[in-house]
């Protein structure tokens, strides 16, 4: 069974408990990219405000903004 992104482009989410970027928790970004990396698991790449480039973000490491799905009116 193949499993769906849970972020979407376009999407806006916040940094929480990043271990590989080296961002602090609570920056905002812009998922820019989805890329799937097996059938499970899958790379955002964000834009956040405060870096000069997009950064490779874990689905543990980001979570929509203020739990809101942007893709509903």
Known sequence: MVNLA?????ELVISNNSLTSGLLDGQVGLVVKVEPITREHFIYW???????????????EIKLFEGRDTTKG
């Open 6 to 10: 849970k972020f979407k482009i376009g």
């Open 46 to 60: 964000v834009r956040f405000a405060k870096k000069n480039m997009d950064s490779p973000m874990w689905e543990t």
